[in-house]
């Protein structure tokens, strides 16, 4: 069954603009992931975090998790053209397994 | 040199044909996974491999069978193609280990199917 569900869908922003989008799962986790799509290519590892951390950054990202909500955000700070690309959360669950499960993702338009 | 390879990267098939897709992986990973991403870039994995053995194995059609020759190699079968099946197939790898499962993509092998 699905875990993570992006919000929103889709965005667009000017270049400079801050980008944030978030995700909700519905059990536990052992960690949550971020991956950048951009078009026609294959996903990308931008950032882990783990169950027990709030809040972890990464040069322009900034990714928060808040267990008890079972949501997550990840902030793009001064964002560029070049972070046009879809943005997954992948969410992994609890000791003992390795599958990752994948939200439907949110589309970020940088306009230049 | 490109850590996940996958070929080929575009498939136009009839129904009904059986295809093949090949995964190789120089990482030194013991893990290696396929995923289906449909039209709306839903992303469902399908079949996962640590050190040869099948690990994980969704709900998928028996038509599709994995095969792991060695570690560094996963490739995907595909018999009696179906409409349904055109998607775009990922292979990634990670390390072993729970806490250890951040997935490298290849850039995917787009199947149509006619």
């Known amino acids: 069954s699905q875990q993570g569900e992006e919000d929103p869908q889709a965005l667009s922003i000017q270049e400079g603009e801050n980008a944030t989008m978030n995700c909700s799962y519905k059990?536990?986790?052992?960690?949550l992931q971020w991956y950048r799509q951009n078009s026609g290519r294959g996903l990308v590892h931008l950032i882990l975090i783990r169950s027990n951390e709030r809040e972890k950054h990464s040069g322009r990202l900034r990714v928060t998790l808040d267990t008890s909500k079972k949501s997550s955000s990840l902030l793009i700070t001064a964002s560029r053209a070049a972070d046009t690309a879809s943005y997954f959360c992948?969410?992994?669950?609890?000791?003992?397994?390795?599958?990752?499960?994948f939200g439907k993702g949110t589309k970020l338009s940088v306009i230049p | 040199d490109t850590a996940v390879s996958q070929t080929p990267k575009y498939l136009v098939t009839q129904m009904g044909n059986d295809k093949s897709i090949k995964c190789e992986q120089n990482?030194?990973?013991?893990?290696m996974y396929w995923y289906k991403q449909d039209s709306k870039k839903f992303l469902k994995i399908m079949f996962s491999?640590?050190?040869?053995?099948l690990i994980i194995n969704e709900t998928v059609p028996n038509r599709f069978s994995p095969k792991s020759p060695d570690k560094a190699h996963l490739n995907l079968h595909i018999n009696s193609l179906e409409l349904g099946d055109s998607a775009v197939y990922f292979c990634?790898?990670?390390?072993w280990g729970a806490g250890a499962n951040v997935l490298t993509f290849g850039a995917g092998s787009r199947l149509t199917v006619l």
């Open positions: 990482l030194g990973h013991d893990t």
């Open positions: 059990t536990s986790i052992n960690n």
């Open positions: 990634a790898s990670s390390p």
């Open positions: 491999y640590n050190n040869k053995e």
């Open positions: 992948a969410t992994s669950p609890g000791a003992g397994s390795y599958q990752l499960t």
